[in-house]
């Protein structure tokens, strides 16, 4: 009786009689005049944030975004990823990249490794699979069907409006159902993901594990590769993937 009284006791009667709800806009406004208390409180941990996130690693000569069909930044990353292949022993013939991996953009001048974590934040590693012509175009469908995706330079194709194949070359040359290719993309594609599911058929797998062969950390390498030899990274829309009526 005594658990029965203590639990009843315990009982509240509060009913919910509304809800208000607003959005608050978290901007540069509230730099202006900042709580004193809570940036005491964050102070240590920003300072050890700023050291990560704030060294520069390359700057680029114009804003960069990612949008489908095409894109700067979405053909920028495949092709990033084509020019560090040789230092995993590869030389693969072309390189994908998905759109919804690109989760910021970049502001023409410097760079910082904050910046390409913004870009890049997930774990994704870079990886290396073979596939046949015929899943080559399989894929190429699955690509046009989401409207495009990150594709490397080399790779022309026209889609329709509504996702539709119309056609695929690599290099200028129609693809060949009987021959293999050799291709580069991230170990969240290569299993499938995304709705691109002719990756499953993926052979001879490279898929190294270490932390540098994460995504940020190839594109952080390439950056500084640039700034190294005093140069501005840039990119533009070629007509990679053009969408077009069918006739």
């Known amino acids: 009786m005594a658990s029965l009284v203590l639990v009843s006791s315990c009982t509240t009667h509060y009913q919910l009689t509304s809800i208000n709800r607003e959005r ?4 540069k406004r509230y730099d202006a005049q900042p709580d004193k208390e809570a940036a005491a409180m964050l102070a240590p941990y920003k300072s050890k944030v700023d ?4 060294p520069v690693v390359g700057t680029v000569a114009h804003d960069m975004a990612a949008n489908r069909p095409e894109s700067d930044l979405s053909n920028l990353l495949p092709d990033i990823f084509m020019a560090a292949a040789e230092e995993y022993g590869e030389k693969p013939d072309f390189a994908v990249y998905n759109m ?5 953009a970049l502001t023409k001048g410097q760079v910082t490794f904050g910046d390409v974590l913004d870009v890049a934040p ?17 894929l190429f469908s699955q690509i046009a069907k989401r409207g495009g995706e990150g594709v490397s330079h080399g790779v022309e194709l026209e889609i329709t409006a509504d996702g539709r194949l119309l056609s695929a070359k690599l290099n200028g040359k129609e693809i060949d159902p009987q021959a293999s290719y050799r291709l580069t993309t991230i170990d969240y594609l290569a299993e499938g993901n995304d709705q691109m599911t002719a990756f ?6 490279n898929m190294p ?4 062969c994460n995504a ?13 030899a005093g140069q501005s990274i840039s990119s533009k829309v070629e007509g990679r993937i053009k969408v077009k009526s069918e006739e």
């Open 24 to 27: 608050i806009v978290i901007d």
């Open 51 to 54: 050291e990560v996130m704030s």
């Open 100 to 104: 919804g991996g690109i989760r910021a």
């Open 122 to 138: 997930f774990d994704n590693k870079i990886c290396f699979l073979t596939l046949s012509g015929e899943k080559v175009m399989e």
């Open 200 to 205: 499953k058929s993926g052979t001879n797998l």
């Open 209 to 212: 594990k270490d932390e540098k």
């Open 216 to 228: 940020r950390f190839v594109i952080v390498d390439y950056f500084k590769q640039k700034m190294a």
